[in-house]
């Protein structure tokens, strides 16, 4: 779905509404924004540069931070454990001590909005066919060369568009859109933690739910305190060696499998990506050790989509991956006894679909990122009545 980016919030909210939400440039809704989309799985779109908005995004005091001699604090949000001076920021760019306090500069500061099939995200089994209301802030706390939003994921708050849109106006959006979810996408929600928290805290007012499009490279207290607040969260796990993590991301394994798990045993619906890169994570052995370790440590349901590359950003001397590769990875996960697994990026492909493990019987059906047709009964195979683990309703 696109949309002209002055005019979705004037009809979003009605034109006094979204002229108190977002007053900027001389009473227009200049900072309204419905970024382009671009073609990836989960895109963002950067909105044209501008600094009208900038008295309206006051800073606010982060959490998870521990003050240091001189001036100095330690960021406790991330395992960079950033360690800042002061005037100086952390790795992400997006938070800044002040005189020895450590402060958020993106929270209500959204450099992306959009309205998204949930399948987009991916979440194949989560409210199948609903729209998600998704924003995000500018910055990151890695650098993946082959980055689909890098346009606001590797750049400060400051050099990017935004438009003020606090908690209370992004559920009122999705509201008024009919969105029953809001996601936290396109960059990665760790850095802006506090918008995101105070955000998902109003969906028990709202009855909007909250979910997490992530990299996992969080620290775990964080992770904990945003849980009871969340219903699904989507985690790209970017390969099962630390060697490509060190080469490719900047992060550390270790530390999303810890997420991974610790989600898992919170009872949220969790969903895993994996970016197929050609020659750097596609081999049959590191495939079929992620998917064992899947299966023993979090169980055959939960889904697994792995997803095609397309050369972008700072990795774009590799071809597509391979049809051959992706189809490869695929049945080397089924045949580890994955019950659900997906493949991305590759529009008509039968594993866009979901299938009953016990009978095959095709039970929803997907093109793309659109939903053909759901012919689930209450959850469960209309064929055998096996149950099939989601959020369907």
Not at 78 to 105: H, Q
Request: aromatic fraction near 8%; include cysteine; charged fraction near 25%.
């Amino acid at each position: 779905m696109t949309y002209e980016r002055r005019e979705f919030l004037r009809t979003a909210l009605g034109c006094a509404g979204s002229c108190a939400l977002v007053a900027g440039l001389g009473g227009v809704a200049s900072s309204a924004l419905l970024a382009r989309s671009a073609s990836a799985d989960d895109d963002a779109g950067a909105a044209p540069t501008s600094n009208a908005d900038e008295t309206r995004f006051a800073a606010q005091e982060a959490r998870y931070y521990k003050k240091l001699s001189g001036k100095r604090i330690e960021c406790q949000l991330c395992p960079n454990k950033c360690r800042v001076a002061d005037l100086e920021r952390g790795t992400c760019g997006v938070r800044e001590n002040r005189g020895g306090i450590y402060y958020t500069l993106v929270h209500s500061r959204a450099a992306a909005a959009h309205l998204d099939p949930i399948e987009k995200k991916p979440f194949f089994h989560f409210l199948p066919g609903t729209q998600a209301f998704s924003i995000a802030t500018a910055g990151c706390n890695m650098e993946c060369k082959f980055c689909q939003n890098w346009e606001i994921s590797q750049f400060r708050p400051e050099q990017v568009s935004a438009t003020y849109l606090p908690p209370g106006a992004v559920h009122e959006l999705a509201k008024r859109h009919g969105a029953p979810s809001i996601a936290y996408t396109y960059s990665e929600p760790t850095i802006y933690h506090e918008y995101m928290l105070d955000t998902a805290k109003l969906g028990a007012e709202t009855g909007v739910r909250s979910v997490v499009v992530s990299a996992g490279f969080t620290e775990e207290q964080p992770l904990r305190d945003l849980l009871p607040f969340v219903d699904a969260v989507k985690i790209d796990l970017k390969s099962f060696r630390q060697e490509f993590y060190d080469q490719i991301c900047r992060g550390e394994l270790k530390v999303v499998q810890r997420t991974i798990e610790i989600i898992r045993k919170a009872g949220k619906w969790l969903e895993l990506v994996v970016l197929v890169v050609p020659t750097r994570n596609d081999s049959v052995a590191e495939v079929r050790a992620m998917a064992r370790w899947v299966k023993e440590t979090l169980g055959p349901d939960v889904p697994l989509h792995f997803s095609r590359f397309h050369p972008t950003y700072r990795l774009r001397d590799l071809p597509p991956t391979p049809v051959a590769i992706m189809q490869r990875a695929y049945e080397t996960a089924r045949a580890e006894g994955l019950r659900y697994v997906y493949i991305g990026n590759m529009p008509g492909h039968p594993a866009e679909s979901t299938f009953c493990w016990r009978c095959a019987e095709r039970v929803v059906e997907r093109a793309g990122n659109s939903l053909v047709a759901n012919h689930l009964r209450a959850g469960h195979c209309p064929k055998c009545n096996e149950r099939i683990p989601g959020v369907w309703s």
